[in-house]
């Protein structure tokens, strides 16, 4: 037997999938990245601490397909933020059943725990990922794993019966697993609520090094990220155009600005210098070519006044003097600008 895993890194679904492991099933961790999961690279950890489990590990790049699918768009709304909890873990299992088909694997297991999270691990949230899970399961291409009639009980009927919680699994309605004897049930775990004793008590005794406890490590659920996610979105529909993948960057990177009618972001450092030097089809580059300093981007609708204000920030954030000129290439256009002062620049952060 073939398991799939959602694993975030985190010590729930590290311990989701040693418990199917530990029953012989060969289990493969997939990482979903949809853009927002963090700026910190987890790549290492993840190999690592996947290995740990026996578990080969799969990164799984869906930014663009739950940026355009997804995000503006949920059936079950937001959390307390710009957070689509419910829509977005369905979506997940959405992709592990595409991978599912493409491996030829068995079933999807998943870490979440009853009751662990308020928006998407209530008894409630976790019916509702149930119903997206079995509408997706309607297309076509899941029609060989299935037995839509119901007659045959060597196979499902609904996809969503292919989805085990190993944490809270008995707890939970018996899976189609549990009842063909793939899993013996009394090896899955009972968990519920926010209480992680059992989990790192388990840790310990397995002597597992690499595991993090949760920590809502998501940026949809980022008080700054979300709120400036809220005012692009708003903005581009002023402005009559469509969000892009590439804007999750704008509000992730740099200082996020307004600047008149336009919006700008400039980076800190090199760091941010180098995530912001990407191809993006509403903004233009603002590079400073006679000093070291930060990129900048700037929308390309901005007018040439706003354009010209956006580079002198910039420049201000450079090593630059205040009364010299400087050259600026912004898009196409090269400026000769002088830099406007940090303390008049900060007038245009938001949320300054």
Known sequence: MKALALFSGGLDSLLSMHLVASQGIEV??????????????KREYLEKASAQVGAQILFCDIQEQFFDEVLFKP??????????????????????????????????????????????????ALGQVQKLVRAFGAEKCF???????????????????????????????PSFMEKQGWLDRAKLWDVQGRSRVRQLA?????????????SGGCLLTDTSVSAKLKDLQAHRQNTQQQMV???????????????????????????ENAKLDIKHPLMDRI??????????????????????????????????????????????????????????????????
């Open 28 to 41: 493969t961790a997939l990482h979903f990245n949809i853009g927002f999961g963090g700026n910190k690279d």
């Open 75 to 124: 059936k079950y709304g937001y959390g307390k933020y710009f957070n689509p909890c419910i829509d977005c873990h369905a979506n997940m299992f959405r992709q592990a059943f595409y991978k599912l088909l493409e491996l030829q694997a068995d079933f999807v297991i998943s870490g979440e725990v009853l009751g662990q999270r308020p928006k998407s691990q209530r008894k409630e």
């Open 143 to 173: 029609d060989g794993i299935l037995d839509r009639s119901g007659n045959n009980p060597s196979k499902p009927q609904f996809l969503d019966q292919l989805l085990l919680r190993p944490m809270s699994a008995q707890l939970l309605e």
């Open 202 to 214: 388990k840790i310990k005794e397995l002597g597992l090094e690499y595991y993090e406890n949760p």
């Open 245 to 271: 993948v590439q804007d999750n960057v704008l509000v992730k990177v740099g200082r996020y600005m307004v600047v008149g009618g336009a919006r700008c972001v400039v980076a800190r450092n090199e760091l």
């Open 287 to 352: 590079e400073l070519l006679d000093c070291k300093g930060p990129l900048g981007l700037v929308e390309k609708s901005a007018s040439e006044q706003e354009k010209n204000l956006c580079a002198r920030i910039v420049l201000g954030y450079g090593k630059s003097q205040l009364n010299a000129l400087y050259r600026v290439q912004v898009g196409d256009a090269l400026l000769h600008l002088n830099p406007l002062h940090r303390q008049e620049a900060q007038k245009y952060l938001f949320m300054g």
